[in-house]
């Protein structure tokens, strides 16, 4: 239970960060603002250096965690694709200009596979003995 919270809470933090980032992101950044989330660029330095790879680390390391433990292989690279897409924007790749596109779709990903954690949980591993 612990880590299907722990997941949550990194994906909503990524998206929180960025929103907070309207000059980053222009599409978040609109979003943002028809949320009524503007004073939220106020803390734009904090939450796109220190918060969003925050966020996205600790999904990534969440969702490696589960991986692992549920052994289930497909879902566990789905799970891990978005925050590594996020990771990989925010740091090796940000002087592209095709990055801010991979930066929505890991964002995007992100929430769908929580959703699908939601909806359809992965089944415990049988143990046969």
């Known amino acids: 239970m612990m880590n299907k919270i ?5 994906s909503g933090g990524v998206w929180l960060a ?3 980032c ?4 222009p599409a978040l950044g609109s979003l943002a603002s028809a949320l009524g989330l503007s004073f939220l660029s106020h803390f734009e330095g904090i939450a796109v250096n220190t918060l969003l790879p925050l966020f996205a680390a600790l999904a990534l390391l969440v969702n490696s965690y589960n991986w692992y433990q549920h052994e289930h292989v ?8 978005g925050p590594i897409a996020v990771l990989l924007t925010l740091y090796p790749l940000w002087q592209y200009h095709w990055s ?13 596979m929580s959703l699908l954690d939601v909806v359809k949980p992965v089944k415990e591993p049988v143990c046969k003995v």
């Open 6 to 10: 722990l997941d949550k809470v990194g």
């Open 18 to 20: 960025a929103l907070s």
């Open 22 to 25: 309207t000059a980053c992101f």
């Open 74 to 81: 497909v879902r566990g690279i789905s799970s891990v694709i």
């Open 100 to 112: 801010t596109y991979l930066f929505y779709f890991g964002i995007t990903w992100m929430v769908f």
